[in-house]
Nanobody
Framework: QVQVVESGGGLVQPGGSLRLSCAASGFTLDYYTIGWFRQAPGKEREGVSCTSSVKNTYYADFVKGRFTIARDNAKNTVYLQMNTLTPEDTAVYYC???????????????????????WGQGTQVTVSS
């Protein structure tokens, strides 16, 4: 059974850091495009960062320089290191796996609604003092 499970969310103060994990089971990450998406209350789900290989990554402008996506194929896990968090980063963060290696920018921008995505259940990130 193909499954992705997120973990690592929580409550953090502005300026703080969190590391989210996306553990995959039932498939090998090497052949999938992986994305982190988020959805804040009252807003549409949006692409945060996506990767199709260790060196092929994309970041949305609003996280560039603060977030880092990393694939550990040996552990079949993708991480999202989030630094310098602000209240605007508060959202449910979702991991998704797409069964084709495509340009990560295209994946983050155009495939959020794809029926081919395997979605995790989401992890809440709350940035508040």
């Amino acid at each position: 059974q193909v499954q992705v499970v997120e973990s690592g969310g929580g409550l953090v103060q502005p300026g703080g850091s969190l590391r989210l994990s996306c553990a995959a089971s039932g498939f090998t990450l090497d052949y999938y495009t992986i994305g982190w998406f988020r959805q804040a209350p009252g807003k549409e789900r949006e692409g945060v960062s996506c990767t199709s290989s260790v060196k092929n990554t994309y970041y949305a402008d609003f996280v560039k320089g603060r977030f880092t996506i990393a694939r550990d194929n040996a552990k079949n896990t993708v991480y999202l290191q989030m630094n310098t968090l602000t209240p605007e980063d508060t959202a449910v963060y979702y991991c998704a796996a797409y069964p084709i290696l495509i340009d990560p920018h295209a994946y983050c921008s155009e495939h959020v609604s794809s029926g081919s995505n395997y979605w995790g259940q989401g992890t809440q990130v709350t940035v508040s003092s």
